[in-house]
């Protein structure tokens, strides 16, 4: 049986808190070269913006997040929530009652597709809650994020003249359309 076959997928939960923060890390870090922290320094590591992905998450009714498992242990999550902060566009509105997403897969098992199905049931999850709308944010430089991204439905938030807008944090933003 393949590694694939034995992925499993469950509903994130409030005591998937530190896993949730260390894929927050992950996501940030999503370059290979990159050294992941020590996990006693991961909480802290986090910027203050990105923490509103992971505090309290599975205390408030409309988060909603899956855990990818092999052999029960945890080796991706996709989890969204609706953030009350200001905008991440230059000034942009987020659209009602989007959610924000976060999405990380350890990368010893990146590219064998937990990703995209994350993705998928993060997706079903949001429409189930009503959602209209998931957004995220993907550097310029993480081109097999963005083809994810893109090969799951999201496309690049763009400006009146056509191009692509980018987040304080230099990133682009994408938005999937959930209910048409």
């Not at 020590?38 to 986090?46: D, M, R, S």
């Not at 909603?64 to 609706?82: F, K, Q, S, Y």
């Not at 976060?102 to 590219?111: P, T």
């Not at 090969?151 to 990133?171: H, I, K, M, P, W």
Request: overall charge negative; proline content about 6%; glycine content about 8%.
């Amino acid at each position: 049986m393949s590694e694939l076959k034995k992925v499993e997928f469950r509903p994130a939960v409030v005591d998937d808190h530190a896993f949730l923060s260390e894929m927050l890390v992950r996501s940030l870090l999503w370059d290979y070269n990159i050294k992941m922290p020590e996990p006693h320094v991961v909480k802290c590591w986090y910027p203050l913006e990105t923490r509103a992905f992971v505090d309290g998450f599975g205390l408030r009714p409309d988060d909603v997040g899956v855990i990818a498992e092999i052999t029960g242990n945890p080796v991706g999550a996709a989890w969204a929530r609706h953030i009350d902060r200001k905008p991440p566009y230059n000034g942009e509105l987020i659209p009602d009652h989007s959610y924000e997403i976060a999405i990380a897969v350890h990368s010893k098992v990146r590219r064998r597709g937990i990703g995209r199905r994350l993705l998928n049931h993060l997706s079903d999850m949001a429409t189930e809650v009503g959602s209209p709308y998931m957004i995220l944010g993907v550097k310029e430089e993480n081109i097999a994020a963005r083809n994810l991204y893109e090969q799951s439905g999201f496309e690049v938030d763009l400006d009146e003249a056509g191009n692509e807008r980018r987040t304080r944090s230099g990133a682009v933003p994408m938005i999937k359309h959930l209910i048409k």
